[in-house]
């Protein structure tokens, strides 16, 4: 039976006539009943944020670093059912959804931590004031957040503002309105976290437009956390920028994982196979573009097909040993067979997979990648995995940086001085040697360069995005004014 979901704004849960409905992508069943949000009540949401950030910023900070405590001990005690959810929601993997749930605590921890770190500096005077920059929370913050690691990258967005003293709008993914969004909605009840802090608005595809533009340039909104595709994030910073509001965006990726001729093969592999086809490929940080050295190209692409092609594809839901589930939607197994389509008309070999039923697409690995191929240039978002092979360090390095993403990157070598030069010069935000271009952490600055987004997710970074700087001084040294005055 599925479950029926409504929102929650200013502490009420909010029944609507409107609902949408939350499939399983994997079967298309009805996962959940929906209430649709429009326009007023993504107004209202705000206003309860409005009217609550005057006492919640009022709190000391140990006050607020005890929620988001209770709030991380409510996460790890609801893990059963936020990991039920990740499988039929989500369509992940078992072993990503235990890693996801698992992590999420950890989120709210690292943010009640970040609540005892400084928040500001004392400075030098010229006229011997006692000189302060400090940070204050600068009110309502929206939180759009992706359907891919719902529970993961909506706690990120959200949990670093809140412990600060900023009040939060949510509006999750219509794909995944559970496990990010109305879960965090449920798990605030619970733990007695005040009225209008969190709210949390779901809305179909076809309110999208109306509710997420109100989410951005009402006067009552100061900041905003976007994670998501590379377009829709333009629009997203575009506005804010219009209406000089602080913007954090984390957008697409075209991720290289460069391995090199020194490189231990078993850790190249299991770099590369663990990068391409966890989650199905559908992570921003997927490596998309496999570079190695033309000395082992043909050792590493025996044995990567090998290990590829023992991922099991179906209904993760279903059978725990499932690691390859659907895509999320129709439209994104779309663009994935276009692709390989594209790939195979203009000469690529399929080494491995290449088969698309439906929403599933089994892993796939292709070579003869050439620059004018649309896996060469876009981003996948699928279990796709070009390998390309390089003859120098800088012929990989020109390779990686040929495309207009810039988020993150991974290099395999033994020589770690090589391993830095090599990082130095990769255009990305993120670079991970000896590991694969998928890591994360609660606390690390998290994001990209070039069309990979703008500002940093994660710790003291996050803080930063959404808390004001301000310069106060007291004279004490008796600074005189001109005589004419």
């Known amino acids: ?28 069943s009805v996962w959940a009943d929906v209430a649709d949000a429009d326009l007023a009540g993504a107004v209202a949401s705000i206003e309860a944020a409005n009217n609550a950030f005057p006492a919640w910023s009022a709190l000391t900070h140990s006050e607020r670093a005890h929620y988001m405590i209770a709030m991380a001990a409510e ?18 993997w078992y072993g990503k959804a235990m890693f996801e749930s698992g992590y999420v605590p950890e989120v709210f921890h690292a943010a009640a931590a970040s609540n005892y770190a400084p928040i500001g500096e004392v400075m030098p005077s010229e ?47 219509e794909e995944t309105p559970f496990t990010g969004g109305v879960v965090f909605a449920e798990i605030a009840e619970s733990v007695g976290l005040p009225p209008g802090v969190l709210n949390v608005i779901t809305c179909s595809r076809e309110s999208v437009s109306a509710v997420g533009d109100e989410l951005i340039e009402n ?35 075209k991720d290289a994982l460069i391995i090199c001729d020194d490189a231990d093969m078993e850790r190249a592999v299991g770099a590369a196979n663990f990068g391409s086809f966890m989650h199905q490929g559908q992570i921003c940080m ?6 190695v050295h033309e000395r082992i190209f043909d050792q590493f692409l025996a044995l990567f097909v090998k290990r590829a092609a023992a991922l099991q594809v179906g209904d993760p839901a279903a059978d725990k040993s499932h690691v390859i589930g659907p895509l999320i939607n129709d439209k994104q197994a779309l663009q994935v067979k276009e692709q390989i389509e ?16 439906g929403r599933f697409v089994s892993p ?44 993150s990157s991974g290099v395999i070598t033994q020589n770690e001085q090589r391993g830095f030069a090599i990082a130095a010069q990769l255009e990305t935000g993120m670079c991970h040697i000896n590991c694969s271009s998928v890591n994360d952490e609660p606390h690390i600055p998290f994001g990209g360069s070039k069309s990979s987004g703008v500002g ?28 004419v005055f």
């Open 219 to 253: 006067p009552a909104v100061k900041g905003i956390s976007f994670t998501g595709s590379t377009a829709v994030g333009r629009q997203v910073a575009a506005k804010a920028g219009a209406h000089l509001k602080k913007a954090c965006v984390e957008l697409g990726g």
């Open 342 to 357: 594209d790939a195979v008309a203009r000469g690529a070999k399929v080494e491995l997979g290449g088969e698309v039923n």
């Open 286 to 291: 997927s490596v998309e573009k496999v570079l």
């Open 1 to 28: 039976m599925a479950r029926v979901i409504d929102y929650y704004s200013g502490g009420e849960w909010i029944k609507t006539r409107h609902r949408f409905n939350d499939l399983n992508p994997a079967d298309d």
């Open 127 to 173: 006229h011997h004031k006692l000189s302060i920059a400090m940070r204050r929370p600068i009110g309502v913050v929206t939180v759009i957040s992706p359907w891919n690691f719902p529970a993961l990258l909506t706690s990120r967005g959200f949990a670093f503002p809140m412990a600060a003293g900023n009040t939060i709008v949510l509006k999750p993914s």
């Open 456 to 483: 940093r997710h994660g710790g003291r970074w996050s803080t930063e995005t959404f808390t004001e700087t301000r310069w106060i001084t007291m004279e004490r040294g008796g600074r005189p004014y001109p005589p």
């Open 75 to 92: 996460c790890k005690r609801r893990q059963p059912d936020i990991v039920e959810a990740l499988r039929a929601e989500a369509g992940g």
């Open 364 to 407: 796939t690995v292709l070579t003869g990648i050439t620059p004018d191929m649309l896996v060469y240039k876009n981003e996948t978002f699928g279990p796709v995995a070009p390998v390309i092979p390089f003859a120098t360090d800088e012929q990989a390095i020109a390779i990686a940086n040929d495309t207009e993403y810039g988020l």
